[in-house]
């Protein structure tokens, strides 16, 4: 398993943003659903070892993060797409995926080459050259997942990936996360539905800092069915399992 | 001619594409890469400038102006104004909110703690260039024997005030409060100093202010409050603390 936690708890004064989450996770493209405040982005950090547990255990492609020394090896083994992007807006796009290549402890002789590719994964080629400044929002998010996949993670982390994405490029990032999946762990929060039932194998559903539930998209689709509200199946599904935590 | 039909043009186009856009690192960078033997923490040392452009200029603008009141006065206003600048720098280099990538950078195995070191290392790299060059203009004067040594004299309680604001800063999460620990203690070091200076040498009025320089019984202090704040900024760093 590339991904184990066990109780994991995160507090903020007295927040509490996740609620002792149990949870395994294999190589695959894995759903993170939930409300705005749900705690996906809390976990999220928790995963990409930036954010430390409050209590619960957690380990991460077979390493303990507590550890310095498993930390580094394990954020040599990660990408990470945050919810905001941070950027440095003077960059060229090649520049931004090569800089964060280094801080990832790429060998530098494998550097431009695992540049090019992850800019060409993300159909970046023709912007390769142009400063971050002069992007469009779903250029940039773009970007983000180029940094992400750089080092060829096999644990990929990515919060909301595909805001900001117009139809065709959502169509394009849900192919390259299926890919991706076939030996990585791809973990996936958002809140679209629809990127969810086409991409990931697998989903979590939560809702106040637990997982309320756990199962296939067509599993939480079938929880929609006599009751529920949304347009889509997948949609009712998601209002249903929402409505019987509340409840 | 034709092309055999097993060639995968994608992997043809990636391997031409990474020779076109493969940057060849300058000679400061290999020289960075050889010292600090991280090609990560190099890149982030020599990028740091560029980031921090205004904080640049910031810097070039009170140095010139210190060595203009200097050459009119003969008030070594450089060497007293620099370290407060320094860590106003320092302060502002770090931090959420601050760098852009800050969250990114943490989930990096270069440790954010290095890339904060060598960030602090470029900004006192170039105030010492700033100053070197400050130190050369007064040629021909009586002082110029001693500048040198001043230039580098500073450098001690610039690191003194440069840790002090960068133990402030990540302790209270906020360069604003960084920023204003290291200039407010460097401001009250001067006064006091000076107000010692002028009690224990009456009528010594050619260096009033830099006592706090000159004086080489201040040095062991800097010393040891650099390597107080490094040790606080150490703990503050340590990686169970992450972020909110």
Same mark, same amino acid.
């Given at each position: 398993m590339n991904i184990e936690l066990s109780d994991l708890t995160r507090k903020f004064g007295r927040n509490? $943003?996740? $609620?002792g989450v149990t949870l395994e996770a294999g190589p695959g493209v894995f759903g993170l659903l939930g409300p705005n405040g749900a705690g996906k982005t809390s976990l999220l950090r928790m995963l990409a070892t930036i954010l430390p547990p409050s209590s619960g255990s957690l380990r991460l492609l077979d390493n303990d993060p507590t550890r310095p020394t498993a930390r580094r090896e394990i954020r040599r083994r990660l990408g990470y797409l945050p919810q905001n992007l941070g950027y440095y @807006?003077?960059?060229?796009v090649v520049e931004f995926v090569e800089y964060f290549a280094l801080l990832k402890e790429i060998p530098p002789a494998r550097v431009p080459k695992a540049v090019a590719t992850a800019v060409e994964r993300t159909d970046l080629g023709p912007k $390769?050259? !142009?400063? =971050?400044?002069?992007?469009?929002g779903g250029m940039l998010r773009r970007v983000g997942i180029a940094q992400a996949i750089v080092n060829d993670p096999e644990l990929l982390l990515l919060d909301e @990936?595909? !805001?900001? =994405?117009?139809p065709e490029q959502r169509v394009a990032f849900r192919a390259l996360m299926r890919d991706l999946g076939q030996t990585a762990t791809v973990i996936v929060s958002t809140h679209l539905v629809e990127d969810v039932g086409a991409a990931c194998s697998e989903v979590a559903l939560m809702s106040e800092g637990k997982v309320v539930f756990r199962g296939t998209p067509s599993e939480l689709t079938a929880r929609g069915e006599s009751h529920g509200v949304g347009d889509a199946p997948l949609e009712r599904g998601y209002s249903a399992v929402l409505q019987a935590a509340r409840a | 001619m034709t092309m055999p039909d097993d060639v995968d043009l994608d992997r043809v186009w990636t391997n031409v594409a990474a020779e076109v856009w493969r940057r060849e690192p300058g000679r400061l960078e290999r020289t960075a890469v050889k010292l600090l033997k991280s090609p990560g923490l190099a890149r982030a040392l020599l990028t740091t400038p560029s980031l921090l452009f205004p904080w640049l200029v910031a810097t070039a603008v009170v140095l010139v102006v210190g060595v203009l009141a200097q050459a009119g006065?003969?008030?070594?206003?450089v060497w007293l104004i620099a370290p407060g600048v320094a860590a106003v720098g320092i302060a502002y280099a770090y931090g959420p909110g601050v760098d852009p990538a800050w969250e990114l950078s943490c989930s990096c195995a270069v440790s954010d703690r290095m890339v904060l070191l060598t960030r602090a290392v470029a900004v006192f790299a170039v105030n010492a260039v700033f100053g070197l060059a400050a130190s050369a203009i007064p040629l021909g004067t009586k002082a110029q024997a001693d500048t040198a040594q001043i230039t580098f004299a500073w450098l001690l309680p610039m690191a003194a005030i440069c840790a002090l604001a960068l133990a402030v800063a990540v302790a209270a999460r906020s360069a604003i409060a960084g920023a204003g620990a290291g200039v407010a203690a460097w401001i009250i070091l001067v006064l006091a100093s000076s107000v010692a200076g002028q009690t224990g040498t009456p009528g010594a009025t050619q260096h009033v202010l830099t006592p706090a320089i000159t004086d080489t019984g201040f040095y062991l202090p800097y010393l040891a409050i650099a390597a107080c704040c490094a040790a606080v900024v150490s703990y503050a760093t340590r990686p169970q603390r992450g972020i909110k």
């Open positions: 509490t $943003a996740v $609620a @807006p003077s960059f060229t $390769a050259k !142009a400063k =971050l400044r002069t992007l469009s @990936p595909t !805001a900001g =994405l117009d | 006065a003969g008030q070594p206003l």
